[in-house]
């Protein structure tokens, strides 16, 4: 099948996640026509052959026999010159591994691959809550943090590709330790696992009602009002905002989303945290960029941003 052929009718976006894979077919104007879903439970089940066998049978029950490209969103420092992953913190095992050559041979089909918080921000700028805006600062807030970052409408990748990683901002000296190796990294309080670090510290200070077993039960218990999870929430915010204020002071964007599966709750810290950086960043660099805004393509911003770059072969809006 030609090469015109296969985009006219679409592509496939992966979206490699710390608890899961995610994968949609979409027509070449954007539209999702099928879905799919994987689960990764525990380290096991993140090594990279299993990883890339998930992938495979993804996109055969998504396209059976078919040929559609295939785009996929990758955790990590993704090396574009030399086409290696070097490093994905939440992944042990995947240094300088060639994903893209690997399911190339594995799928038999042209494949694209781009760091997972990257594809993000293209799908948001494609078809989501980034639409027609050229300067934007994206966060996805789920096993860990990825970043995305447009501007002038081009994305920003640093040399080799491997740069734009917001979530690897120190914010706290001698903080905790980050699957980077380093400490203090915005990734440890304002990821997933990081919130529910936060609400522990919080509930083993102040008990009150049951210990927290899932972000979502810190939210839940704020909203009643218990003073830890209160206190755990305000803390999130903070430490989000101050992972936020230099990247809005770096690139003055027309606008902040936020996505991932923290970001689910949106509604609950949004309110707080546009005030801290009201507070916080220089009003010139921050003018325009508020209300924030809540990914609208939800927990398939990855996959539909990598099908995007495997359909237009550029990282332009």
């Not at 994987?38 to 090594?47: E, H, N, S, T």
């Not at 077993?213 to 218990?221: G, Y």
């Not at 325009?288 to 609208?296: D, E, I, V």
């Given at each position: 099948m030609a090469r015109d052929a296969i985009q006219s009718e679409g592509a496939i976006g992966v979206d490699i996640g710390g608890h899961g894979l995610k994968a949609v077919r979409v027509t070449a104007s954007g539209l999702i026509v099928d879905r799919g879903r994987?689960?990764?439970?525990?380290?096991?089940?993140?090594?990279a052959t299993r990883v890339e066998a998930s992938v495979h049978e993804l996109v055969e029950t998504l396209d059976p026999g078919g040929q559609l490209p295939v785009g996929v969103g990758v955790p990590g420092f993704h090396d574009q010159t030399t086409g290696l992953l070097r490093q994905s913190p939440n992944f042990p095992g995947w240094e300088d591994r060639a994903v893209a050559e690997h399911l190339r041979d594995l799928l038999g089909r042209r494949v694209a691959t781009e760091n997972d918080g990257n594809c993000a921000l293209l799908g948001e700028a494609w078809t989501g809550a980034a639409r027609g805006v050229r300067n934007v600062v994206m966060l996805t807030l789920g096993t860990g943090v990825g970043s995305g970052f447009l501007v002038g409408g081009t994305l920003l990748t640093g040399a080799r590709g491997a740069g734009a990683e917001g979530g690897h901002i120190a914010i706290h000296r001698d903080g905790r330790l980050c699957g980077c190796g380093?400490?203090?990294?915005?990734?440890?309080?304002?990821?997933?696992?990081?919130?529910?670090?936060?609400?522990?510290?919080?509930?083993?200070?102040?008990?009150?009602?049951?210990a927290p077993?899932?972000?979502?039960?810190?939210?839940?218990?704020s909203d009643r009002g218990e003073k830890w999870a209160v206190a755990a929430v305000a803390r999130f915010s903070s430490d989000l905002a101050d992972g936020l204020v230099p990247l809005v002071h770096l690139f003055a964007p027309a606008a902040i989303v936020l996505g991932g599966g923290v970001g689910g709750a949106f509604d609950r810290f949004a309110p707080e945290l546009e005030r801290l950086l009201r507070q916080r960043a220089i009003p010139a660099c921050l003018a325009?960029?508020?209300?924030?805004?809540?990914?609208?393509l939800g927990g398939d911003s990855g996959a539909v941003g990598a099908a995007r770059l495997v359909l237009t072969g550029d990282k332009h809006q």
């Open positions: 994987i689960a990764l439970d525990g380290v096991d089940d993140r090594r380093r400490r203090g990294c915005l990734e440890t309080y304002a990821s997933g696992p990081g919130l529910q670090l936060t609400g522990a510290e919080e509930h083993r200070a102040a008990p009150e009602g049951r077993e899932r972000p979502e039960d810190i939210f839940e218990a325009g960029a508020l209300p924030l805004r809540h990914a609208l």
